[in-house]
């Protein structure tokens, strides 16, 4: 049983028993309305509760005025609808759909347009929005344990990336299958959808860690793949090779660092300046090598100016914090 539905549960009793208290009728209702308000993140629980209030007056109004004018008729809610649902939609209310249907319906069912009855639903929505809300801000899971977890996933298959790129260069014929880049990507995917519902759950002190954090990841991750790629072509052990392969194992090191050590793009820099003094091929089959080396080696610039521009956004956020 998932915490959601222990939260709506003691929602729509709460507002059942707040309906009958206060003689509102029909209590049922408020209990339906409190059902549909709650949600999976405060913000998102207290803007939808915003937007249904103020979706359903609105269809309370239209309603009235419809119905006072053709009469209680079936044909008259369909008149509602058709006039109704596109405004709620064209002014983002759509969300409040239902809970207007709702409202409008015990209205019908009263065959009666009165002040009492008016405010009648409008508290049946105080009761049922009102305990919903309360119920979203009281209790919401904390995400910090599983996103550390995915974190420290993400780095160990990172970790392990390198390192089997580096064995690569070492030794061509080194076979490796890769499902640590599957691995990476499902971690990074679900701490990303946790990260945002850990930030709608804070209502005050906004937390932007963990959406850069997993952004930064994700374009590494394209990066990662792109030097596989090059990897791909390299069917020979050359010495240059061997270099490279040094920097990926310091970097299969470095990259469970929460800030940005800087280490391997000063060796990084430091090789690409060697590789230029270097002689030039002298064969197609050293010219097919090195040029991927050389792009690989590229790509590998490229994945440390993510860290160095993300990481730092991360450290000057956290400092203002």
Same mark, same amino acid.
Not at 165 to 180: F, I, K, Q
Not at 230 to 250: C, H, N, S, T
Not at 299 to 319: D, F, G, W
């Given at each position: 049983m998932g915490i959601r539905?222990?939260?709506?549960? @003691?929602? *729509?009793?709460?507002?059942?028993? =707040?309906?009958?208290? $206060?003689?509102?009728? !029909?209590?049922?209702?408020?209990?339906?309305?409190?059902?549909?308000?709650?949600?999976?993140?405060?913000?998102?629980?207290?803007?939808?509760?915003?937007?249904r209030f103020i979706a359903s007056v609105l269809g309370l109004f239209l309603a009235s005025l419809i119905f006072t004018l053709f009469g209680f008729q079936i044909w008259a809610v369909a008149v509602f609808i058709l006039i109704t649902f596109p405004i709620l939609s064209r002014f983002q209310l759509k969300d409040g759909i239902v809970t207007s249907s709702v409202i409008v319906f015990h209205l019908f069912n009263r065959e009666e347009v009165t002040s009492a009855i008016i405010?009648?639903?409008?508290?049946? @929505?105080? *009761?049922?929005?009102?305990?919903? =809300?309360?119920?979203? $801000?009281?209790?919401? !899971?904390?995400?910090e344990k599983q996103l550390t977890s995915n974190r420290l996933a993400i780095e160990d298959n990172f970790s392990v990336i390198f390192t089997e790129?580096?064995?690569?260069?070492?030794?061509?014929?080194?076979?490796?299958?890769?499902?640590?880049l599957l691995a990476a990507f499902q971690a990074i995917e679900d701490g990303a959808q946790r990260s945002i519902r850990n930030r709608e759950n804070r209502i005050w002190g906004q937390e932007h860690y963990w959406s850069t954090y997993f952004e930064m990841r994700r374009q590494q991750l394209d990066s990662v793949q792109k030097m596989l790629v090059?990897?791909?072509?390299?069917?020979?052990?050359?010495?240059?090779?061997?270099?490279?392969?040094?920097?990926?194992?310091?970097?299969a090191s470095d990259v469970k660092s929460e800030v940005y050590e800087g280490s391997v793009e000063t060796r990084l820099?430091?090789?690409?300046?060697?590789?230029?003094?270097?002689?030039?091929?002298?064969?197609r089959e050293e010219f097919e090598v090195r040029a991927?080396?050389?792009?690989?080696?590229?790509?590998?610039?490229?994945?440390?100016?993510?860290?160095?521009?993300?990481?730092?956004?991360?450290?000057?956020?956290?400092?203002?914090?």
């Open positions: 539905v222990v939260k709506t549960a @003691l929602a *729509a009793i709460a507002a059942i028993y =707040t309906a009958v208290y $206060f003689g509102l009728e !029909p209590p049922l209702g408020a209990g339906i309305l409190a059902i549909l308000g709650v949600e999976v993140t405060r913000m998102k629980g207290l803007k939808s509760a915003i937007v405010g009648n639903e409008i508290m049946l @929505l105080f *009761a049922g929005l009102g305990w919903a =809300t309360v119920l979203n $801000f009281v209790y919401m !899971p904390k995400d790129m580096a064995l690569t260069l070492r030794n061509p014929s080194h076979v490796w299958g890769g499902e640590e090059e990897l791909a072509f390299v069917y020979e052990k050359w010495p240059q090779g061997v270099l490279i392969a040094e920097l990926l194992e310091r970097l820099q430091e090789l690409s300046l060697r590789f230029r003094g270097m002689e030039l091929p002298r064969t991927a080396l050389l792009t690989l080696l590229h790509e590998l610039q490229r994945y440390l100016a993510i860290a160095k521009r993300l990481k730092r956004k991360r450290l000057s956020l956290s400092t203002n914090r």
